[in-house]
C-alpha cells in the first residue's frame, strides 16, 4: 500500500460495555467516502485502560499517523492517547463524552458502577433483565450482545471505566489537534454540558449535535455527526462522495 502515509486510518474505541462492533457501525459508513479506514479496537475487559492505549499505540506503528477517538469512554481514552501523542494524531473524533477528570457525580460512572454491582449481585441475566426494563430497545439490545460477550469480565471492566481520571480539563486544553465532538441534546447519561465543557476547554474544537432517537433508528448518524464536525475543522476528513 506503499508504507504508512499512503492510507489514512481512524483508530476508534468503543464505549463502556460496548463493543467494537457498534464503533464499526457508527463509524464506517462517515469515514469510507472520506477515504479513510477504520480501525475499530476492541479493548481486553481484564486491562480496559491499558490494553486501549496499547492498540493505539500499535495502530500508530503499523499505520503512522491516526485519527483517535471513540465514544463516550472510548472518545476520552482517545483524547488522552492524542495528549501524550500529538505527532502521531491527525485528528480526534469524540463521540458522546461523558466526564472531565474526576468521575464523581457523572450519570455515565454512576451507571456503570451500580451495574458493576448488579451483576456481582444478581448475576448476568437478572442484571439484563432489569436493564431491559429500563432502556430503549435499540439500546437494551446493544447492550445485551455486548456484556454477554464481556463476561465474566464485565463487573471489572464498569468498574475500572468508572474510575478513569486522567483527562483531566489541564489535559484537554494541551491538544491541539482539531476535535469534532457528536453530542445527543436529550442523553441523560452523557449530558450535553459535558461536550460544550471539552469544547471550552480544547484549543480547536467543533460540537454538533444529534438526538439519542436518530442514533437508535442508524447508528451511522452518531459517526456522521462527529466527522462532520471534524472535517468543518480541517477539510481534509470531509466526506469526498
Do not use: Y
Not at 116 to 135: F, N, P
Not at 164 to 189: C, M, N, Q, S, Y
Amino acid at each position: 500500500m506503499g508504507g504508512p502515509s499512503a492510507v489514512r486510518v481512524a483508530a476508534l474505541l468503543p464505549g463502556t460495555g460496548s463493543r467494537a462492533d457498534f464503533v464499526r457501525r457508527a463509524f464506517e459508513p462517515a469515514l469510507k467516502p472520506a477515504e479513510v479506514s477504520l480501525c475499530a479496537i476492541e479493548p481486553d475487559p481484564r486491562d480496559l485502560i491499558g490494553s486501549s492505549l496499547h492498540a493505539l499505540d500499535q495502530a500508530a506503528e503499523r499505520h503512522g499517523p491516526l485519527i483517535v477517538g471513540g465514544i463516550s469512554l472510548g472518545a476520552a481514552v482517545g483524547a488522552l492517547w492524542a495528549s501524550r501523542n500529538p505527532h502521531l494524531t491527525t485528528g480526534v473524533v469524540a463521540a458522546l463524552p461523558a466526564w472531565t477528570g474526576n468521575s464523581h457525580g457523572a450519570p455515565a460512572a454512576l451507571s456503570a458502577t451500580i451495574t458493576a454491582e448488579e451483576l456481582s449481585r444478581v448475576g448476568l441475566d437478572g442484571t439484563i433483565t432489569a436493564m431491559k426494563a429500563s432502556t430503549p430497545g435499540w439500546l437494551a439490545d446493544e447492550l445485551e450482545q455486548s456484556w454477554r460477550q464481556l463476561w465474566p469480565h464485565l463487573p471489572g471492566a464498569l468498574l475500572a471505566a468508572a474510575s478513569f481520571d486522567k483527562l483531566t480539563a489541564e489535559v484537554l486544553r494541551t491538544i491541539g489537534t482539531p476535535v469534532g465532538i457528536a453530542a445527543a441534546i436529550d442523553d441523560p447519561i452523557h449530558p450535553i454540558a459535558v461536550a460544550h465543557s471539552w469544547a471550552h476547554r480544547l484549543p480547536n474544537s467543533l460540537v454538533e449535535t444529534l438526538t439519542l432517537a436518530q442514533i437508535g433508528d442508524n447508528p451511522a448518524v452518531l459517526g456522521d455527526t462527529a466527522i462532520r464536525a471534524l472535517s468543518r475543522l480541517d477539510p481534509r476528513w470531509a466526506n469526498n462522495s
